[in-house]
């Protein structure tokens, strides 16, 4: 490893070990993290027409359609 | 005809509310604490005395935390997008996309590089370059939220696009128009100025509490100075740039100004509201009185909506119906052309799918002429195009009212602060106490007179919300926004809770 990047390393790692507050607040970033991406985005928000259509043309059909009729309420 | 589920429309939008309020709670303290934290830092480098670097130092541990609790709460907004308003969504891909990819790029690279810095490089690496760190952290948090302020002000008047039938989305043709709409800049400015408003609030908050207990006296003196300096001016900064945000306002969105002003009868120099109890059982068109009790400054709305005292202002009434003699377009009048927009987008669409190309570009042409109404044809009654005038009226008054107190309280702990006298002026210090959660409640109601002010528009004039959502069963939408509510709440404690630990040890040192 060349100095430049040795140095930085060394920096970020030191940073890290020496980190106080910081260990509790990483595992909290880290387990929300998890639950946005591992949980919530894979269980609960798929994208609606990447996950119901093929193509973009199929996509942009689906709204048109959904745009080319004016809406009633269902109360 | 498209049926849409109105408990399925509310539930996504109080599910969308609900996550863009907690993390408005985080933002608004970052963008303020990061300018702080850069002020209190360069007066350490500018006078080497090590009281000011314990003060930066602790003032920056309490932006760190509220900076990692509140990181990548606002992506949840963006998974909403693509479940619960996926025609939004798709439609505005090409608007949205480049700012937002704009704001994760700059984020990340901020992040990695001056973030690590500020937290890491304390004695690792030289004053300057640590200072330089700082500033850039706050210059570049700040510059980050001016995309999704962008994409926000886009909403409320779309400007630089255009809409493509082909492709059922918004196209970008000028992105210099969008980024610098009076609307966006105004936003921008507005917003992050009332982030500096509530960081400093902040800092007198906990400042004021280590006074009530006597602990960590000089440290709370001397960031009371600088908070409350930098308070008046972001207050100064917060009522210029309100005064912009409602200029514009009444330029591009009057519905708006007539609702959170419960203007009905439009007036030629119309007074401004300075406080009021709205009658709620007043509807458009009747003959009520808007209000059960009102104080008025006469003029003053005109001045503020027009720049000219005498000016007519349009009212909700000369809105949805109409004024002719103001040349007011009342929602009626431009739900026949919306309709119009959309049995030619229908006709073309047929046309498309029969290879029709003649009678595809004449429904075109027909649609073009008339596209700017759209959003007006998907529209049941013309009453629609009101939106919740209480609760626009009372969260524009409460943020201006808060807005108007916070000034009074930066000057007086600073005139107390600097004669000498803060520690006994007993009954100024619950005042600074409270401010800190005054403030968070009218950044709150700020976002609250923004966007249900604006209602029913998704898309100002051109696609209403119940248009925007898509077709997902109410209990999916109703178990996820429980599940954010858990989820946001536990966040929130963690943050109270690290908060008031570190608050309690109080600032190495001192």
Redesign the interface.
Known sequence: MSQPLTRVYTFYRNGFRDMTVGRSLWKIILIKLFVMFAVLKLFFFPNYLKTNFQTDEQRADHVLEQLSRPAVHNH | ??????SLVNWSRAQFALTAMYHWIFVPLTLGLSFLCAMFESIYVRTGDEKWKAITRFWM?LF??NF??G???G??LE??F??NW??Y???VGDIFGAPLAIEGIFAFFLEATFF?VM???WN?VSKGFHLFSTWMVAVGSNLSALWILVANAWMQNPVGMAFN?????FEMENFWAVLFSPVAMSKFTHTTSSGFLLGSLFVVTVSCWYLLKGRHVEMAKKSIVVASVFGLLASAYVGFTGDEAAFEVAQKQPMKLAAFEGLYKGEQGAGLVAAGIINGAKKPGDSQGPFLFEVKVPGLLSLLANRAPGSFVPGIDDLVYGNSEQKVMGVAAKMKLG?LA?AD??A??QARQEKNDGAASEALARFSANKEF?GY??L?TPEEAVPPVSTAFYSFHIMVILGSLFPVIFLALLFFTLKGKISETRWLLPLGLLSFFLGLVAQQMGWVVAEVGRQPWAIQGLM?V??AT?N?AVG?VQ??FF?FLG?FTL?LI?EIK?MLK?ISIGPEGL
């Open positions: 005809m498209v049926d849409v589920d109105l541990t760190g935390i990692a609790i990181v990548a709460t992506i949840i998974f909403q693509g479940t996926s025609n969504s798709w439609m690590a937290f890491f490089g690792r039938p082909e492709t059922a989305r309709q959309v987008l229908a073309f669409k759209l044809g998907y049941d209403p119940k248009m898509t997902l999916h178990a996820t599940m989820l966040l963690a690290i570190q």
